[in-house]
């Protein structure tokens, strides 16, 4: 395989890790802010605050995980 296409290949596999890593970064602290509100560690409006998003779409995220 030619050097061009090597390279494409390993860009292209280190841009999914990282991409996978934010997700899965995300999710964990998504996660946590939510077990934390259950748990009624946190407020509704604290966790999302925390998560940088309004508490309704907090909500949102956090209903897809």
């Known amino acids: 395989m030619c050097k061009a296409i090597e390279d494409m290949r390993a860009e292209a596999r ?11 970064l995300e999710r964990g602290v998504l996660g946590t802010l939510r077990d934390l509100v259950r748990d ?6 604290d966790a ?5 998003l309004t ?11």
Request: avoid cysteine; glycine fraction near 18%.
């Open 14 to 24: 280190d841009d999914g890790l990282r991409l996978g890593l934010e997700r899965g």
């Open 40 to 45: 009624g560690v946190l407020s509704l409006a």
């Open 55 to 65: 508490p309704e779409d907090f909500q949102a995220k956090v209903a897809t995980l």
């Open 48 to 52: 999302a605050g925390r998560a940088g």
